[in-house]
């Protein structure tokens, strides 16, 4: 089913991402392209409307980003945002040049009501802004449609010919009408319907795996995570008993969450495939006896889940499909969609497909921002403890436990973590931290308990806001809360006498301890 499309053409902005997730938070798909992409594949696309975006360039400059002019005569209505607005003023015979004053933060901008852009916005409205340079003259046909203090063209349109710029940028939330000017582009401009919903999404693509699938055979590598379990559901309602998920259980997993990912896809949860649970504990123990370099434990447990996984391919057989929940940002950050720098060539659950005998890879996610997936699962009648999951590393609590992994050490942390997610659900705070748990330190120390002399473990816990997680800061908990889960684990977890709190941000700390 080929839905309404937006094109963002990127020249390298900063919010490039989030002005697609707008765009499709007003029920509209919307993809990201690169400059380097042509008018030709672009218009094969069919777009409704095509968005500009912000850029470090500055148009002036012979050696910045450009595109072809003929992009504002394809009869496609176009939005610029920031660079995107004075390329367009630009290449249509305005005058773009350094501005007096640079405008950077939230700025009130007094906006023409009537354009069709601003319908229903407020005539003073706070917009972010970021620019050095600035449209001094609008190009030729183009009126001005909003103005600042300091920048006497902060939008302008041709609305006969679909061409509008602005120069602050609505996708950011802290603009804050942003989101009614994207929808006024999508709806009033572009036309569109809105036919991008999370529902539409699942039917039409379960319809499209089951005929791309048709009678072959489909392996999928089940974490638990949000984004391989919304695959597998995908699957497993598209055909059913063709597809195989392999849980491999490392023994290095918060508390109950093996058993939670059996309890949904296991033979007593609601979805009709085949299930394998690897009970891959000990093996993994064994391996990690006495090892206490980092990376060393990362490596021994990525090779050994791929020998446990080739033992079981080899059992199944010959496979046609292989299931990986690749998601938007993804392929993006693999240089495949947008203008950014190849960040890492991704693989969901690195080296598997070498040791898998198996035909193509099917990657349902890939269009999908992480909320959209999450959306998706709940669509798919997931439940919200699963759908809502934080982010867990793929050497699970190996790497919250500092030094060499004991199966007692697991249990420790297991225990804790579980307390901590506990107390912070209780007290209402699960949503303000992005992510949050609890790691066990290799450092013991004297406590008194019972009136007796303790020498144990010292349990840290960590929370972080974040919104990308490339960077991040420590979550200002209360103190009422960080006591009472303090006081809960040295209770109630054997061999811990000590707990403390990680208050340092990423960069110079990284979010997990190892
Ligand atoms: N580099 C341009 C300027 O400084 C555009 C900035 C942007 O797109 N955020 O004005």
């Known amino acids: 089913m080929q839905h309404e499309t937006v094109i963002v053409i990127d020249f390298g902005g900063q919010y490039n991402q989030l002005i697609a997730r707008r765009v499709r938070e007003c029920g509209v798909y919307c993809e990201i392209c690169s400059y380097h992409t042509g008018l030709d594949e672009i218009r094969a696309k069919q777009p409704k409307g095509i968005i500009l975006t912000g850029g ?108 509008y710029a602005v120069q602050f940028h609505p996708e950011v939330l802290h603009t804050r009408e942003g989101t009614k000017m994207l929808a006024n582009f999508v709806y009033r401009v572009c036309d569109c319907k809105g036919d991008w919903k999370m529902d539409s999404f699942v039917a039409s693509t379960i319809a499209a795996l089951r005929q791309k699938i048709g009678g072959g055979r489909v392996l999928c590598a089940l974490s638990g995570g949000v984004d391989s379990s919304v695959a597998a559901v995908l699957l497993a309602k598209a055909v059913g008993r063709q597809l195989t998920c392999v849980f491999v259980d490392h023994g290095l997993l918060r508390k109950n969450e093996g058993d939670e ?22 093996r993994f123990y064994e391996k990690l006896a006495g090892v206490e370099e980092p990376e060393h434990k990362r490596r021994i447990i990525g090779e050994e889940f791929i020998r446990v996984f080739e033992e079981q391919a080899q059992k199944i057989g010959r496979v046609d499909y292989l299931v990986q929940g690749t998601i938007y940002p993804d392929v993006v950050e693999s240089g495949l969609g947008g203008e950014s720098a190849v960040i890492k060539s991704h693989h969901n659950v690195g080296g598997l497909p070498d040791c898998v005998d198996f035909k193509e890879i099917v990657e349902p996610l890939r269009s999908l921002f992480k909320d959209e997936v999450r959306a998706a699962g709940r669509e798919l009648g997931l439940p919200e403890q699963l759908v809502s999951r934080q982010p867990f590393p793929g050497p699970g609590l190996a790497i919250r436990i500092i030094g060499a992994v004991t199966p007692e050490k697991v249990k420790m942390v297991q225990e804790a973590d579980a307390i901590f997610r506990e107390e912070m659900a209780r007290a209402g705070l699960d949503g303000d931290a992005s992510q949050y748990f609890a790691a066990l330190t290799n450092m013991r120390s004297v406590g008194v308990m019972g009136d007796e002399r303790t020498y144990d473990y010292a349990v840290v816990l960590r929370a972080v806001a974040t919104t990308d997680f490339m960077t991040a800061e420590a979550a200002p908990l209360g103190w009422e809360l960080l006591s009472t889960v303090a006081s809960r684990i040295v209770n109630e977890v054997p061999q811990v006498n000590r707990v403390l709190y990680d208050c340092t941000g990423k960069p110079p700390a990284t979010i997990e301890l190892e």
Not at 78 to 99: D, F, K, N, P, T
Not at 265 to 276: H, Q, V
Request: a negative charge.
């Open 261 to 282: 990912v059996e309890a949904v896809f296991g033979p007593a949860g609601p979805y009709d495939l085949n299930f394998i649970r690897v009970d891959a504990q000990q």
């Open 56 to 163: 470090p360039n500055s148009v002036y400059d012979p050696a910045s980003a450009g595109y072809t002019p003929e992009l504002f005569s394809a009869g496609i209505p176009v939005l610029g945002i920031c660079y995107g607005s004075q390329l367009m003023m630009h290449l249509l015979g305005g005058r773009v040049e350094r501005a007096p004053e640079r405008e950077y933060g939230k700025t009130e901008v007094a906006v023409d009501t009537g354009s069709m852009l601003f319908e229903g916005v407020s005539p003073k409205t706070v917009c972010w802004m970021s620019h050095n340079d600035y449209i001094a003259e609008p190009a030729p046909g183009f009126v001005v449609s909003a103005c600042t203090a300091s920048c006497p063209v902060a939008a302008a349109e041709a609305p006969e010919r679909g061409l």
